[in-house]
């Protein structure tokens, strides 16, 4: 385990100490909820922007999709030498 979490600003110290009391806990499980909190909302906003991109990944697809094929499909001989090399 690292060493323990040192706070030097006496002003954080203060509000985190003020916070604590006012909500009944201690120092230790006020940060450990507002780190949780920080950490889920976080995460959501990641969650978010992944789902985004992927959303629009999948209309590019479909749109790709949606096109008509012109000629004739190319396969490997199409493309590669007898030797696997390409043409």
């Known amino acids: ?3 323990p979490v040192q706070i030097r600003k006496a ?3 203060e509000r985190l100490r003020r ?10 499980d006020l940060v450990d909820e507002m ?6 909302r976080l995460a959501r906003v990641r969650d978010a922007e992944i789902e985004r991109k992927m ?5 590019i697809v479909a ?3 949606s ?4 000629g004739p499909l190319l396969t490997d001989d199409d493309l590669y030498d007898e030797d696997g090399l390409p043409k």
Request: proline share 3%; hydrophobic share 45%.
């Open 67 to 70: 096109l008509p094929i012109v």
């Open 19 to 28: 916070l604590a009391n006012l909500e009944g806990k201690s120092i230790t």
């Open 55 to 59: 959303a629009q990944v999948r209309e």
């Open 1 to 3: 385990m690292n060493a």
């Open 35 to 40: 780190v949780r909190e920080r950490d889920e």
């Open 63 to 65: 749109h790709f999709q």
């Open 11 to 13: 002003e954080v110290v």
